[in-house]
Structure formats: structure tokens, C-alpha cells
């Protein structure tokens, strides 16, 4: 176990390397000029040059590039352009509502999937499984945004059960918080639910076709613990495989989402820095979400090896 950690822990840190240098890199070969958007197009040259050498623009690529790596593995993620304000501040500002809320979108996901998906699974070309794959089919057919609207036409402007947009903040309490939050974490499980519930589907029918299953039913087990306690744990490979993609998805994904409810989240953050040409704060939200991703599948690869003992045998 602890050479299979150790091969994907160097995956990991070798993906973040190479992941660092082509955001530093695409990031520098963009137009424009972060000092002459920050002092406006009437500012004098002089001026641009002199701000420009503050924010430490003039200096080579390599030498930047090397204080920032050097500044993430300190914690300092420096100061923003536009806000002058420390980037740290503003991601973790910002990552206090986007990581609650795809947390939220990825349990809702979680939920509706798998029930949905053994549901339709143990009614195999009957009514239920007909239904699950007809609403799957329209839930991955409908944009994240349109399905927002409808959820603010119903539920804030018709039954006035929640607010259109905006959030309290987490000093207003928990619950207070997660209400906020409940509707544009529906509006993003909606499609990863349908993709999901495919998916846990697809496998499940696979898993009950085995030998093992038909051994565990001609034993006299119940076709429900035989569901449950063998088939579940044996599809469940596959469908971690998916949830760990979603939930990076989610996470880098939700900016449409927060600009329909009006959310300060890190996708709002990033379409502002990017309008700012605040290079700075881009640089460093996209390397935390590419790191997050990373991360995310580093963990699958460990459950892998925890759900299915064969993954972490032909690894070694």
C-alpha cells in the first residue's frame, strides 16, 4: 500500500509542476497590459512604466515565475493588481461559499444518482427503469442556467420559499447559509445527477449479471441484501471514477451558476480578475482549481485501491 501511495504521490506533485508551468506560460502570451488597464487609457507612459515596475511586471518571466512557486509553497499568494488586497484573502473569501456550495451540488448529486440508479437497475427494462432513463435523458438535456431561472421563477418570485439570489453570509448562521445555497446547488446537481444515475445504472446491471451474484441468490439471499451488501460495493468503482470528476467539475464550473443568483464565489472572482486583468489573482484561483482536481483524483485513485484490492495489486 505504501509503494501505491507513493507512486501516486509523485503523480500528484509531478501534475502540479507541469500544471504550474502552462498556466504561468498561457497566462504570459495573453494581450494586453495589466499596469495600463489598472491607470486607464488617458494615463501617461511614464506612469504605466512606473506601476509596471512596482507590480514587478518588467522583471524576466523565469524570475517571476520562480517567486511565485516559491510564494505558493510559503503561502503567499501576493497582492492583487486591481484590489490591492493579498490574493490569499480574497480566494479564501471566495472558497468559503464555492466549496460549501459544490459540497452541497455533490451530495444532492450523490443522493438522487445512486438511489435513482439501483432503482432503475433492479427494474430492468420495467416502468421504473423506462421512467429513470426518460427523466435522465431530459436532466442532462437542460442547461445549468435555464434550470436556475425556472428554480428562481418558482420557488423566490411564485412561492416566495427562498431568496433570488445573493447570500447572507456565514455570520448569519449555518442554516441561514445553506438556504442560500440550496437552489443553485440544485440547479448544478441536476445534470451531474442524470449523468450519474446512468452511470450507477449501467453498472449495477453489469455487477448482477456476475457468477458470484447468482451463487448469493441460489443461497438463499434476498435479492434486496444481495443488491446491498455485493452487488453495490463491487459497481462502485466506476461511479467513483465519475463522482470524482464531477465534483472538480463543480468546482471549477460554477460561474454561470453564481452570476445567475448574484453568489461571490470564486467563479465570479476569477470573470472579474480576468475583465481587471488582474493576472495575479487568474494565475493563482486557476492553479488552486487545477490543484483541487488533482487532488480530488488522487483520492479516487486511494478508494480505488480500498474499494478494490486488485487496483493497488496490478499497480505494484
Not at 98 to 105: I, N, S
Request: one cysteine or more.
Amino acid at each position: 500500500m505504501s509503494l501505491f501511495l507513493f507512486k501516486r504521490l509523485i503523480t500528484l506533485v509531478a501534475t502540479l509542476l507541469g500544471t504550474s508551468i502552462v498556466v504561468f506560460l498561457v497566462l504570459e502570451i495573453l494581450p494586453g497590459n495589466a499596469a495600463q488597464i489598472i491607470m486607464g487609457p488617458d494615463a501617461s507612459p511614464e506612469a504605466v512604466v512606473a506601476l509596471a515596475h512596482k507590480l514587478g511586471l518588467d522583471r524576466p518571466a523565469a524570475t517571476r515565475y520562480w517567486e511565485w512557486i516559491t510564494g505558493l509553497l510559503h503561502g503567499d499568494l501576493g497582492l492583487s493588481y486591481a484590489y490591492s488586497t493579498p490574493v490569499s484573502e480574497l480566494v479564501s473569501e471566495r472558497l468559503a461559499l464555492t466549496v460549501p456550495l459544490a459540497l452541497m451540488a455533490m451530495a444532492l448529486t450523490t443522493v438522487i444518482a445512486l438511489v435513482a440508479g439501483i432503482y432503475a437497475a433492479s427494474r430492468h427494462n420495467k416502468a421504473g427503469d423506462v421512467g429513470v432513463i426518460g427523466l435522465t435523458q431530459v436532466g442532462i438535456a437542460i442547461p445549468n442556467f435555464w434550470f436556475a431561472i425556472l428554480l428562481i421563477l418558482l420557488f423566490s418570485v411564485k412561492l416566495k420559499w427562498f431568496s433570488a439570489g445573493g447570500f447572507p453570509g456565514w455570520d448569519e448562521g449555518i442554516v441561514a447559509g445553506l438556504r442560500a445555497l440550496l437552489l443553485p446547488a440544485l440547479s448544478l446537481a441536476v445534470v451531474q445527477s442524470a449523468i450519474l444515475t446512468r452511470i450507477t445504472r449501467s453498472s449495477v446491471l453489469d455487477v448482477l449479471r456476475e457468477d458470484f451474484v447468482r451463487t448469493a441468490r441460489a443461497k438463499g439471499l434476498s435479492r434486496r441484501a444481495t443488491l446491498w451488501k455485493h452487488v453495490l460495493r463491487n459497481a462502485l468503482i466506476p461511479v467513483i471514477t465519475v463522482m470524482g470528476l464531477q465534483f472538480a467539475e463543480l468546482l471549477a464550473g460554477t460561474i454561470v451558476v453564481e452570476s445567475v443568483f448574484y453568489l461571490p464565489g470564486l467563479g465570479r472572482l476569477i470573470f472579474q480578475s480576468i475583465s481587471n486583468r488582474d493576472l495575479i489573482v487568474v494565475r493563482n484561483c486557476v492553479m488552486l482549481l487545477a490543484a483541487m482536481v488533482v487532488i480530488v483524483n488522487f483520492v479516487v485513485d486511494v478508494l480505488y485501491a480500498a474499494i478494490d484490492p486488485r487496483v493497488k495489486a496490478s499497480d505494484i
